[in-house]
C-alpha cells in the first residue's frame, strides 16, 4: 500500500492505493489550497511537514503531518 500527496492548481489530496484493485487509489483527505493558512518543515522529527488549513464556512480547522521519506 502506498499513499500518494498530489496537488493540482486549487486542491491537495491524499491518496491510498487499493491492495485488490491495480492502478486505483482512494481518496482519504482533500483541502483547498486557497484555506492553506500555514506550512511549517521539521529537519529534526524525520523530515517531516505539517500542514494547517484555516476555518472555511464553519468546518473545523485542519492540520495535516507528513513524513517525508
Request: hydrophobic share 45%.
Amino acid at each position: 500500500m502506498d499513499i500518494y500527496l498530489v496537488v493540482t492548481e486549487h486542491n491537495l489530496m491524499l491518496l491510498k492505493t487499493d491492495t485488490k484493485i491495480k492502478n486505483v487509489a482512494k481518496l482519504q483527505a482533500w483541502g483547498s489550497l486557497a484555506a492553506l493558512q500555514k506550512i511549517n518543515h521539521s529537519l529534526t522529527a524525520n523530515d517531516q511537514i505539517t500542514m494547517y488549513w484555516r476555518r472555511v464556512q464553519g468546518r473545523k480547522p485542519w492540520v495535516l503531518n507528513v513524513m517525508m521519506n
